[in-house]
């Protein structure tokens, strides 16, 4: 089973739509969208099972330049 994330994603100022290009390249996300306020990006994912969250997320996306903060939200199955 995998493990579904959402993160938001603080770019550096102009610097959003490359990012944005960076992350589709990669082909890691399931949905990318644009968002006002404190962040400039959401995207989800899926983690593969085999794989750690935090790990997976620094070595994937973190190492995108321009990215300059990111908020992880781990979903679980409740219902």
């Known amino acids: ?9 603080r770019c550096k100022p102009g610097t959003t739509y490359k990012v944005a290009e960076d992350i ?3 082909e890691i996300h399931s949905e990318l969208y644009s968002t006002s306020g404190e962040y400039d ?5 899926y983690i593969p099972e085999d794989q750690d969250v935090g790990k997976f997320i620094n070595d994937e996306l973190l190492g995108i330049p321009g990215i300059e903060r990111s908020l992880t939200t781990i979903t679980f199955k409740v219902f």
Request: glycine letters at 0%; hydrophobic letters at 65%.
């Open 24 to 26: 589709a390249l990669r």
């Open 1 to 9: 089973m995998t493990t579904c994330v959402f993160i938001q994603i």
């Open 41 to 45: 990006l959401l995207m989800k994912l």
